[in-house]
């Protein structure tokens, strides 16, 4: 059974800081990328972060880079999202997904704009001011 489940979601302030975690099973781990993505009412979802498993690679959305880092877990089959110096405009639900990574030389980040295979069900950032 295919399963990709997040957590860690959550009420914070501005400024303030969380962890989200997307726990995979059900599919050669490492076969996949994963990728964050969020999505608020009215606004097309969004990929935010995207990683290899193989290698690590990442790419991240200009609006949080340097205020997120993506990294991954491969023995628990679990990748994580650190969000800091969070922002109202942050505030979303959240969704990990996975794609089957087709050729070791794929780019990272076309690879975060594909259609995703496998998607989490979204947990809820909420950034209070």
């Known amino acids: 059974e295919v399963q990709v489940v997040e957590s860690g979601g959550g009420l914070v302030q501005v400024g303030g800081s969380l962890r989200l975690s997307c726990v995979a099973s059900?599919?050669?781990?490492?076969?996949?990328?994963i990728g964050w993505f969020r999505q608020a009412p009215g606004i097309e979802r969004e990929a935010i972060s995207c990683?290899?498993?193989?290698?690590?690679?990442?790419h991240y959305l200009d609006s949080v880079k340097g205020r997120f880092t993506i990294s991954s877990d491969n023995a628990k089959n679990t990748v994580y999202l650190q969000m800091n110096n969070l922002k109202p405009d942050d505030t979303a639900v959240y969704y990990c997904?996975?794609?089957?990574?087709?050729?070791?030389?794929?780019?990272?980040?076309?690879?975060?704009?594909?259609?995703?295979?496998?998607w989490g069900k979204g947990t809820l950032v909420t950034v209070s001011s």
């Open positions: 997904a996975a794609v089957f990574r087709p050729s070791p030389s794929t780019q990272i980040a076309t690879m975060c704009h594909s259609g995703m295979d496998y």
């Open positions: 990683t290899s498993t193989s290698d690590g690679r990442t």
């Open positions: 059900g599919f050669t781990f490492d076969d996949y990328d």
